[in-house]
């Protein structure tokens, strides 16, 4: 849910050709210029992307607002020997994600359209144009919160993480799930999370502590 909400909130807020937005672990740009898939692909790369790949159907659903005004958004997956596949492998697609009659005999590149409130994939020919739809990962920035940001009576560290064989606070909170914060104690990595009642304070933080906190950047 909290994915297709994100989905929806750009959409909203409006994709433009030419900025990149946020989608979790991934970066991802619309092109309203309408070119085949080889030039796309060529587009994608130059930016260091590749056409998008969807992960559940649910993803798909989502851009029904967007498709609203473009109709046709050109994606990753292509015929091969085997089938249909996404650019990372896997198999496309469930047979309800195709529209009726699609896959066609021929047309073996795929765009997502929408109808009726509704959103499928399209089996057409690779040298037909559309606009396009890239995404690439991005990598984390760590940054030094500033004092006045925080109130820092109210947080506290939940897990001591030291830093083990030379590594730095960065890569030991990197290196767990959910912390996306982290202080610099001596020479222990505190996880920072707001309060809550399941939590277990290790350190209450102090205006000495240093905070950082990890910001993710897709431009």
């Given at each position: 849910?909290?994915?297709?909400?994100?989905f929806?909130?750009?959409?909203?807020?409006?994709?433009?050709?030419?900025k990149?937005?946020?989608?979790?672990?991934?970066?991802?740009?619309i092109?309203?210029?309408?070119?085949?898939?080889?030039?796309?692909i060529?587009?994608?790369q130059?930016?260091g992307?590749?056409?998008?790949?969807?992960?559940?159907?649910?993803?798909i659903?989502?851009?029904?607002?967007f498709?609203?005004?473009?109709n046709?958004?050109q994606?990753s997956?292509?015929?091969?020997?085997?089938?249909?596949?996404?650019?990372?492998?896997?198999?496309?697609?469930?047979a309800?994600?195709?529209?009726?009659?699609?896959?066609?005999?021929?047309?073996d590149?795929?765009v997502?359209?929408?109808?009726?409130n509704?959103?499928?994939?399209?089996?057409?020919?690779?040298?037909?144009?559309?606009?396009?739809?890239?995404?690439?990962?991005y990598?984390?920035?760590?940054?030094?919160?500033?004092?006045?940001?925080?109130?820092?009576?109210?947080?506290?560290?939940?897990?001591?993480?030291?830093?083990?064989d030379?590594?730095?606070?960065?890569?030991?909170?990197?290196?767990?799930?959910?912390?996306?914060?982290?202080?610099?104690l001596?020479?222990?990595?505190i996880?920072?999370?707001?309060?809550?009642p399941?939590d277990?304070?290790?350190?209450?933080?102090?205006?000495?502590?240093?905070?950082?906190?990890?910001?993710?950047?897709?431009?």
């Open positions: 849910m909290e994915r297709i909400g994100f929806l909130l750009l959409i909203t807020t409006g994709l433009r050709s030419t990149w937005h946020r989608l979790n672990s991934t970066c991802i740009q092109n309203d210029t309408r070119i085949n898939r080889y030039k796309a060529e587009s994608c130059e930016k992307a590749g056409l998008y790949t969807f992960k559940n159907r649910a993803e659903l989502a851009f029904n607002p498709l609203q005004t473009r046709w958004l994606v997956a292509k015929k091969t020997v085997s089938g249909f596949k996404w650019s990372d492998g896997r198999n496309c697609c469930p309800n994600w195709w529209q009726t009659d699609h896959p066609k005999v021929g047309k590149c795929v997502l359209y929408q109808k009726n509704d959103v499928r994939l399209y089996s057409v020919a690779c040298t037909s144009e559309y606009p396009v739809l890239c995404s690439r990962s990598d984390p920035t760590w940054r030094l919160v500033k004092y006045d940001e925080y109130s820092w009576l109210d947080l506290c560290g939940v897990a001591i993480m030291p830093n083990c030379g590594r730095s606070c960065e890569e030991v909170c990197a290196s767990h799930p959910d912390c996306n914060q982290f202080a610099k001596s020479n222990l990595c996880n920072i999370k707001n309060d809550a399941t277990k304070c290790v350190v209450r933080m102090r205006p000495t502590v240093q905070l950082y906190e990890r910001k993710f950047y897709c431009e």
